[in-house]
């Protein structure tokens, strides 16, 4: 582990958006890297497909929404 020196702005909006998430600040962060980094190695999957696929990696059965 270390020590990542961040933008104040960039820290605020992470705990912003950590207390939405029900994250602590650095799982924020984290969360937000590790996105970052699919995404940029993953550059035709959307947002939604790069979670889905990291649920199912850890073998997370997710529940399909009917259409109305």
Not at 14 to 19: G, N, P, T, V, W
Not at 42 to 58: I, M, R
Request: glycine share 4%; proline share 1%; aromatic share 4%.
């Amino acid at each position: 582990m270390g020590i990542v020196k961040i933008d104040g702005a960039l820290h605020e909006e992470a705990r912003k958006a950590s207390a939405v998430m029900c994250r602590s600040i650095n799982a924020q962060a984290e969360f937000w890297m590790k996105i970052g980094m699919l995404a940029e190695t993953n550059p035709t999957l959307s947002f939604n497909e790069l979670v889905k696929a990291q649920l199912a990696s850890v073998h997370v059965h997710l529940i399909e929404a009917k259409a109305a």
